[in-house]
């Protein structure tokens, strides 16, 4: 059973950046694609970015391309997602989690969640 844990969310002003990391337990991570998910109060979910299993293939929403980067070290297996200049509509929490192989924007494709993390873009 593949098991994660989201770190490094926080307060951030607008314009700042944070890392956020997802580190993973129970099995090898080197299987999986990697997507980060996040969702604001009254929004529904929404996909951020994705990684696949082999790390050679990259996706991100609109919203956030060129500003967020999505990273992988399986030999730590844990993924990363960097988010720099932060605005106000990046506040929500963020969810990573895992499927076979290759990436999707839907989060029904995905098996393991992991619990969130809150980050909060506010001046």
């Known amino acids: 059973q593949l098991q994660f844990v989201e770190s490094g969310g926080g307060l951030v002003q607008p314009g700042g950046s944070l890392r956020l990391a997802c580190a993973a337990s129970?099995?090898?991570?080197?299987?999986?694609?990697v997507g980060w998910f996040r969702q604001a109060p009254t929004k529904d979910r929404e996909w951020v970015s994705c990684?696949?299993?082999?790390?050679?293939?990259?996706y991100y929403a609109d919203s956030v391309k060129g500003r967020f980067t999505i990273s992988r070290d399986n030999a730590k297996n844990t993924v990363y997602l960097q988010m720099n200049s932060l605005k106000p509509e990046d506040s929500a929490v963020y969810y990573c989690?895992?499927?076979?192989?290759?990436?999707?924007?839907?989060?029904?494709?995905?098996?393991?969640w992991g619990q969130g993390t809150q980050a909060t873009v506010s001046s």
């Open positions: 989690a895992a499927k076979y192989y290759v990436c999707s924007s839907l989060g029904s494709a995905y098996n393991y």
């Open positions: 129970g099995l090898a991570l080197d299987r999986y694609a």
């Open positions: 990684i696949s299993a082999s790390g050679g293939s990259t």
